[in-house]
């Protein structure tokens, strides 16, 4: 790629990313957040079944052993949800009596029963949430350490907002498509810190290398420019290749109906451009301008203390 003037660009790009997390926020305000039992507690019991049934049925046999599930009954399904957890007997007290009062319909589990209480989703919930901010606090200090020669902090707090931009982006996803947050959200958490990391430690990299090479008074906006444009086809490259791997999985998954794939590989596929559009056009450019500003602000601190 030619050398491009990302640092001059950088209005438009973070107003871009703006406009994106102001539709994400209103779209959350409007229709909230939906959590899976995995963060709130409580019971899903899937079945599937042949031939047909109405809801009222196969509410009036299920409200006989639990009265306050919710059942829905879809073209061959049937879920029964309750916000609390039940016992394992219950349970099967409820498969029974749908077995005997649907014998011809054949009515078999069709997916993972889980049954959780709600403080072990909460404790779950908040063990996750603490597993996040330990990855990006390392994330910091890692970047700090490593590029300490350029103006570690600096480096480590925009490659921070970039991070935070990404996983807002990804849980924005969830929002939207109405997708639950589960434990994939946490997977697809962590998997975004890791790549969009990469690519900030890719392109500091050149960063680091170009300041050597070129004269010191060489301004920092010009030398940005340069490290983003000779690392750009490397790292659009790479989240390409990325982005048609977990894609097609995504593809495929919707086509199958495999929810809990579904709910990775979806808002992965978002992250990854989040990921690379945050570091490329964001985070880079907007750390160029800090170290300038700083820069011009060290002769009149030299001239106070004279």
């Known amino acids: 790629m030619k050398n491009f003037d990302f640092v001059a660009k950088r209005k438009i790009f973070s107003i871009v990313s703006v406009a994106i997390l ?81 014998a011809d319909n054949k009515i078999t589990v069709s997916g993972e029963r889980r049954s959780l209480q709600a403080s072990y989703g909460r404790t779950f919930f908040v063990k996750c949430l603490v597993a996040i901010a330990l990855a990006s606090l390392l994330v910091v200090l890692y970047v700090g350490l490593r590029f300490r020669n350029i103006g570690g902090v600096s480096a480590a707090v925009l490659a921070l907002a970039a991070l935070l931009h990404d996983i807002l982006i990804a849980y924005f996803v969830f929002v939207i498509f109405r997708i639950p947050l589960n434990d994939n959200f946490v997977a697809v958490i962590l998997a975004i810190l890791g790549y969009s990391l990469n690519d900030a430690i890719v392109i500091y990299d050149r960063i680091r290398e170009n300041r050597k090479k070129m004269d010191k008074k060489t301004p920092i906006t010009e030398i940005v420019n340069l490290s983003l444009s000779q690392s750009f086809t490397r790292t659009l490259n790479t989240s390409v290749c990325t982005l048609i791997a977990i894609g097609t999985v995504a ?53 106070k203390k004279r």
């Not at 079944?49 to 299920?62: C, D, P, R, S």
């Not at 039940?86 to 077995?99: C, G, M, P, R």
């Not at 300038?292 to 060290?298: F, I, N």
């Open 22 to 102: 102001l539709v994400g926020l209103i779209f959350n305000i409007i229709f909230g957040t939906k959590m899976d039992i995995s963060f709130t507690g409580g019971t899903e019991l899937p079945y599937s079944y042949t031939g047909e049934l109405t809801q009222e049925a196969v509410e009036k046999v299920v409200h006989d052993e639990l009265p306050e599930s919710t059942v829905t009954v879809g073209d061959g399904s049937i879920m029964i949800t309750l916000t609390d957890a039940v016992e394992l007997d219950t349970i099967s007290a409820v498969e029974e009596a749908l077995e005997k009062a649907f």
């Open 251 to 303: 593809v495929v998954a919707l086509i199958t109906g495999m929810d809990s794939i579904v709910s990775f590989a979806l808002p992965m596929s978002v992250g990854v451009i989040a990921g690379f559009y945050s570091t490329t056009f964001l985070c880079t450019p907007l750390w160029a301008v800090w170290v300038e500003y700083s820069e011009s602000k060290k002769p009149a601190k030299k001239a």
